[in-house]
């Protein structure tokens, strides 16, 4: 069976309220070199157009697809989350989709988000994907708050990687693209990077999202790295579950992280389920303090990176030479101790 086949055949979608948001939540970012609050809110739309043709081989966001999220329900849920606001200074805004996708969030809607948004804060990020990026919305984004981003998804300049790891059509061209239009109107950009998609081994991944991270550095203010985590009902999930995948170990996200020291972006990481066995990890000894030093790198509180040591160094190295030899990306260690199905 094809990777795009595989991922909707593989898909779980949950029942949901159309007229409630997704989630909300407080965490730390950086505005204007400070450590501040930033507000994430992810709205409930029908989700991201490709999800609903096929989807990426890691996106977990394919299962809150295929249910229809009219304007009005739009601004209830904008209208219920706007109380919830405790004076973060930056907001984040997620859809489990295309900000600007016109079929997802209505031209009104969107305005209005932004309209009550901009007016409450001092940054506001959406999240897009590259070849939906028009200039109109972007101008509209700049008048309407104080200081406007987008997120690009791009996760790979190799297109290669993309269409058959990632299962995406489109890539530097069209970030690139996005990415200068929205800095000529005066917005600032994004640039998501995944690090470990499937069918790499740990050094390929490595040197694809460092590669990556220099590609786009011209174009992006900001750089985040985000390694795999493995999210339930997709193509990576049917590989993990096998011993076929295991996510990036902390011993590359600070390793990526060391070679993006030279980047004039600010290149960062906030590992999802990091430490844990469907996030980024190491040994288990260890993970707490990598995460601590990678957090800190991000938020410009200091680079430790050079400290960090653990036994789990050698094993790692190891991987790094094995999976080359043996021509696998598979969960050699796993394999070799034998470890029980994941459920
Ligand atoms: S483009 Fe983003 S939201 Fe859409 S399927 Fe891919 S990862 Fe999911
Ligand atoms: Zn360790």
Not at 268 to 274: A, E, I, L, V
Request: hydrophobic letters at 40%; aromatic letters at 6%.
């Amino acid at each position: 069976m094809r990777l795009p086949e595989l991922v909707t055949q593989l898909r779980d979608v949950r029942p949901a309220n159309p007229r409630e948001i997704i989630s909300t939540w407080s965490e730390k970012d950086v505005l204007d070199g400070k450590v501040v609050d930033a507000w994430v809110i992810i709205f409930r739309t029908r989700g991201c157009y490709w999800a609903r043709k096929s989807g990426c081989s890691m996106c977990g966001y394919v299962n809150d697809v295929a249910i229809e999220v009219s304007p009005e329900d739009l601004e209830t849920q904008l209208d219920a989350v706007l109380a919830r606001h405790r004076g973060q200074p930056f907001v984040k805004v997620y859809t489990s989709g295309n900000f600007f996708d016109e079929h997802e969030v209505f031209p009104e809607v969107r305005r209005n988000v932004l309209k009550a948004l901009g007016g409450r804060c001092e940054k506001v990020l959406v999240e897009t994907l590259a070849h939906l990026v028009r200039r109109e919305p972007l101008e509209e984004g700049v008048r309407l708050c104080p200081k406007f981003e987008i997120a690009l998804g791009l996760e790979s300049a190799n297109d290669v990687v993309l269409r058959h790891a990632v299962n995406k059509f489109w890539g530097l061209k069209e970030h690139v693209r996005a990415a200068s239009l929205a800095h000529e109107v005066g917005a600032t950009v994004k640039s998501y990077l995944l690090l470990k998609p499937p069918f790499l081994t740990e050094r390929e991944a490595i040197e694809d999202v460092v590669e990556t991270a220099h590609a786009v550095d011209a174009v992006s203010d900001t750089i985040s790295i985000n390694p795999m985590n493995v999210q339930r009902n997709t193509v990576v999930d049917h590989l993990f579950k096998r011993g076929a995948y295991r996510p990036p170990w902390l011993w590359s996200v600070s390793e990526v992280l060391r070679q993006c020291r030279d980047l004039r972006a600010h290149p960062k990481s906030h590992p999802t389920g990091g430490g844990l066995r469907r996030g980024a990890h190491n040994c288990g000894t260890c993970d707490r303090s990598f995460l601590g030093a990678i957090e800190d790198f991000s938020l410009g509180l200091g680079d430790r990176l050079d400290d960090l040591a653990c036994e789990c160094r050698a094993p790692w190295l190891d991987l790094l030479e094995l999976e080359g030899l043996m021509q696998t990306s598979a969960d050699v260690h796993g394999l070799v101790r034998g470890a029980a199905p994941v459920p």
